[in-house]
């Protein structure tokens, strides 16, 4: 049962540090990220496994790129999950909520809903083929299972490590590809 719970843990903090990672590269904001029996004024009252924590938003210029950063945003914990543990943690949720998305603020029909999002589910999937962006989720899942709250400080602070650090690797490998022709 102990194994279970905590596979569990790491399913659900992989899947809500895949949404925060999605924030970072598509800049948009988050608070913090939080694990465990959780409840939000925004879920009514409904427990959660997980949560990512963002600030109310009074204005926004453009209005449909914010949509469009925001459903990739919410697939990405779907996306994440599967791509880092092979599960589907929390991913009927994000769905409902893409959806609600797409029909109401973009106007699409609900029949062409499906069609729609082909490239966003695609651009989603393709976070998690970054190597920083993976390694950045395998570094933090443990210490979100132990803490049940990261800031996004944290997960900032680790995912511009990783970065610079494949940065430095491609750097080397291209000057070492020079060098060897």
Aim: a positive charge; proline letters at 3%.
């Amino acid at each position: 049962m102990k194994k279970s719970k905590e596979m569990t843990l790491q399913s659900t903090a992989c899947h809500e540090l895949s949404h925060a990672l999605a924030c970072i590269h598509l800049r948009l904001p988050f608070i913090d990220v939080r694990i465990g029996r959780i409840r939000h004024k925004k879920l009514n009252g409904i427990e959660a496994a997980g949560y990512i924590r963002r600030p109310r938003y009074a204005h926004v210029k453009d209005k449909t790129n914010f949509w469009r950063r925001e459903i990739v945003m919410a697939l990405a914990g779907g996306a994440g999950t599967r791509a880092l543990l092979f599960g589907t943690s929390g991913v009927e949720h994000d769905e409902r909520q893409v959806r609600e998305i797409v029909t109401k603020h973009l106007g699409v029909s609900r029949d062409r809903v499906d069609s729609f999002l082909v490239p966003f589910r695609e651009r989603a999937a393709t976070l998690f083929r970054l190597p920083h962006i993976e390694n950045t989720v395998e570094e933090l899942i443990p210490a979100l299972v132990e803490e049940r709250k990261l800031t996004a400080h944290e997960i900032r602070a680790s995912y511009q490590k990783h970065k610079a650090f494949e940065m430095r690797i491609r750097r080397f490998l291209k000057s070492a590809a020079a060098k060897a022709a």
